[in-house]
Each structure stands twice: as structure tokens, then as C-alpha cells.
């Protein structure tokens, strides 16, 4: 008799989990297929049967669920279960503004030290975006790209402002997976390009105005997007590209 595939596969299987870190490990496994996509805004999620796939008991896969509630991406309902938050633009919005004022400062920091070591990461980088966009690799894509704001964020060498980036970053690579096509992977290197052009110029003023730009112009995607899709995020409707207040001057 054929048994019925489980919807979890992309989760991994039972064994694959270290003793004494299941929790853990189960955690991290949900939190990526929540990022990624794989379980998309608005999604029920079946703990039986993530417990059957994982091999795993219900203990660790309450707590791991208990833990991504408090990131904000899972909405638990007494009685009702759990699902996968739908994206929330208002929080967004917040750290794309937070984002806005650190990475500025860490461009002028940047500049100022012409690290010769940083800047030949950024010149790698920029041509490893450009092998994934030719090749329309979307998820190695948005990893190089994560990866190129953090190259310019180490030269700050602050370790709780690269926290409060990585705290944030889990519902904002989120959204901006549902918005990547490769137009938008196109757009991103020349803004990219952009900031880069003004950090081997040591151009402070004009590296700042690329960045502030390039986090704008992800934004007004966003609300476009949320605009056309509003079943994906919880305040979809509040926000559209005329009666909104970003990007705040």
C-alpha cells in the first residue's frame, strides 16, 4: 500500500536532529522554510505531523513554535493552532528606517577607513550577484545580497548594532523574497553598483544617497506588491504607494 507523501518533507527527516539540541534544531528547520517560503503567509501548520516527519515528540515542536511566535512568525490561537504570521509592513517599514540610519553611518565609517580588505569583498560580491542573476538563481541571490549589506555593517565592528539587524531580518527576507523577480534582481545590482561607486570614490554624500535610494525603492515594491496580494500580510490594505509616509524624507 502507497502511503501518502507528508507535506513537511522540506523540513528534513527523522534522525537528522543532534540529542540534546532538538529544540533547537527544530526551531532553526522551521524558522527557514518560514523565510524561504516554504510555508507561506497565512499557513496552517500541522504539529502531528510535523512530529511524524521530524521523529521527533510534541515538546520540542511546541516550544520551537512558542519561540518563532515571539520573532513574529507564527500566530498562535488557543483552540485553533498555529499558523504562519502574515508579513507585517508596518514592522517592515520600522526596520527598513532603522536600516536607513545604521547603514549610512556604517558607509561613512567604511569610507573613512578605506579598507582595502572590505573592498575587494565588495568587488567579489558584486560579481557573485551577477553570476546569480545570470543564472536566475533567486535564493543564492538574496543570500549574496544579505551579504552585502553585512560587509559594509563589519566595518562598524558593533556587535549590538549587528544584532538588532539580524533580530529583525527573518520577516524582512521575507518580504522581500515574495518580491523578487528577476527585474528586481536586476534593479538591485545597479543600486548595488550604485553604493559601490561611491565607496571606491570615497564619496561619503554620494554612497549615502545610493543606499538611502536602494531601500527606498524596495519599499515602494512592497507596498505595490502588498497592494495586489493583501491576503499575504496582515495590513496590506493600510498601505499604498500614495497615502503612505515613507520613505519619511
Do not use: W
Not at 507528508?6 to 528547520?29: E, H, I, K
Amino acid at each position: 500500500m502507497k502511503t501518502e507523501a507528508s507535506p513537511y518533507q522540506f523540513l528534513g527527516q527523522a534522525g537528522d536532529f543532534s540529542r540534546g539540541t532538538v529544540t533547537l534544531d527544530v526551531t532553526n528547520a522551521l524558522r527557514q522554510a518560514i523565510v524561504t517560503l516554504a510555508l507561506p503567509p497565512g499557513t496552517m501548520l500541522d504539529k502531528s505531523a510535523i512530529c511524524s516527519q521530524l521523529g521527533v515528540s510534541r515538546f520540542p515542536v511546541s516550544e520551537a513554535l512558542a519561540r518563532l511566535a515571539e520573532e513574529g512568525l507564527v500566530d498562535i490561537a488557543p483552540q485553533r493552532g498555529s499558523t504562519v504570521s502574515l508579513v507585517k509592513i508596518a514592522d517592515v517599514r520600522e526596520y527598513m528606517l532603522i536600516r536607513k540610519g545604521l547603514e549610512s553611518e556604517a558607509l561613512r565609517v567604511l569610507i573613512g577607513k578605506h579598507d582595502t580588505e572590505v573592498i575587494a569583498a565588495l568587488h567579489a560580491n558584486m560579481a557573485a550577484q551577477r553570476d546569480a542573476a545570470s543564472r536566475d538563481d533567486a535564493e543564492t541571490f538574496h543570500q549574496i545580497d544579505v551579504e552585502f549589506h553585512d560587509i559594509i555593517f563589519r566595518s562598524m565592528r558593533l556587535t549590538k548594532v549587528k544584532s538588532i539587524i539580524d533580530k529583525a531580518r527573518a520577516n524582512l527576507d521575507r518580504a522581500r523574497r515574495l518580491i523578487i523577480t528577476p527585474r528586481r534582481l536586476n534593479h538591485t545590482i545597479a543600486e548595488h553598483q550604485a553604493i559601490f561607486d561611491g565607496i571606491l570614490a570615497a564619496d561619503a554624500p554620494q554612497a549615502i544617497a545610493a543606499i538611502r535610494a536602494h531601500i527606498d525603492a524596495v519599499m515602494i515594491e512592497l507596498f505595490a506588491f502588498a497592494q495586489e496580494q493583501p491576503a499575504l500580510f496582515a495590513d496590506g490594505a493600510e498601505f499604498t504607494t500614495k497615502d503612505n509616509d515613507f520613505p519619511f524624507g
